[in-house]
């Protein structure tokens, strides 16, 4: 077979005659070119059917096997010619695509890895602080504050003054760690009752129990801190609780004021309800220089009016 030539290779015919008398005809054709490393097929299918038993008889000849026949006669049956190129991929595109494919996977493979090691960094960075349980921490510090019990300070007005020192009968070297203390104003229970704002949740992030920072402190094993009321400071029962902070702002330890049950070396705070002394002054002082004035002018508009 020469190059840019056309052989016929196969031709077939086939009539046949259905019962009902209508005429079919099923003609096919194939042609096979061969140009450089170009392939044609070509192949056209020429079907006229007048009724559906011829239909199904062509069914039953060919057993479905060519697409094109089986799809004979359908709205969307393929062309009547189709031209297929088939170009066979050289040696070098085989290599260049293998190599694009090796380097797609090292892409991924880099991505995911970085991808892996930055969720390992996040979770080192959030996961010491992010899992801290106050019934994990060990209560090392005493802890006493000025107030008596049952005491109502003021907001605004009255100071505390905070004592905490190591317990001694702690093993040597139980605060080689220790950092900082944290000490904080916290509700007691009767004062959370009903309050979700105040709820205690052991998960130290969650827990709303001491709200109120009063001063954070080096560490030492004694310490001594004063603390005013803030004018913020709801009217509510508290007490006292301070937190062994280590180097990365982690608490460790604590201690507090009160028993393990907060039932003891209670305190009350009064908190500003908005109306002071003063202000209960001021406004009497307008009041009166008001209704002096009012009677001023009416007397003044009465003379006025006589003249």
């Known amino acids: 077979m020469n190059h840019g030539t056309t052989k016929d290779l196969c031709r077939v015919v086939s009539t046949f005659v259905p019962k009902t008398g209508h005429h079919t005809t099923v003609e096919s054709s194939a042609t096979l070119q061969h140009h450089s490393d170009v392939v044609q097929d070509t192949a056209s299918v020429h079907l006229e059917f007048t009724d559906n038993d ?3 008889k062509i069914d039953a000849l060919f057993g479905c096997s060519n697409p094109v026949i089986c799809h004979a006669g359908n709205s969307t049956s393929p062309p009547r010619e189709r031209l297929f190129k088939k170009t066979a991929p050289s040696i070098s595109g085989k290599e260049d695509l293998h190599l694009l494919l090796q380097q797609e996977t090292n892409t991924m493979a880099a991505l995911l890895s970085n991808q892996v090691a930055a969720l390992l960094l996040l979770l080192c960075y959030i996961g010491p602080s992010a899992a801290v ?10 802890v006493t ?4 019990p049952g005491q109502v300070l003021h ?41 979700g704002w105040r709820k205690t949740d052991d998960h130290l992030k969650k827990d709303k129990t001491c709200q109120f920072k009063m001063a954070t402190r080096p560490y030492a094993a004694t310490g001594t801190v004063t603390y005013t009321v803030e004018r913020s400071i ?59 004035a009012l009677a001023f002018f009416f007397v003044i508009e009465k003379r006025k009016a006589k003249k």
Do not use: M
Not at 133 to 142: E, G
Not at 175 to 195: E, F, H, I, M, N
Not at 265 to 291: K, W
């Open 234 to 292: 709801p009217t509510a029962t508290f007490f006292v609780r301070a937190y062994v902070l280590d180097a990365s702002d982690t608490e460790v330890a604590y201690g507090q004021s009160t028993d393990p049950k907060k039932t003891t070396n209670l305190f009350d705070i009064a908190g500003i309800t908005g109306r002071h002394a003063s202000l209960d002054i001021a406004a009497a002082c307008f009041s009166a220089f008001s209704i002096g």
């Open 133 to 142: 349980l106050f019934s994990s921490l060990p209560q090392t510090l005493r």
């Open 145 to 148: 504050a000025s107030p008596s």
């Open 54 to 56: 011829s239909f199904r």
């Open 155 to 195: 907001a605004g007005v009255d100071e505390i003054t905070v004592t905490w020192a190591l317990n001694q009968s702690l093993p040597a070297g139980t605060d080689s760690g220790y950092k900082k203390v944290k000490v904080t104003l916290c509700y007691a229970p009767v004062s959370q009752t009903d309050r």
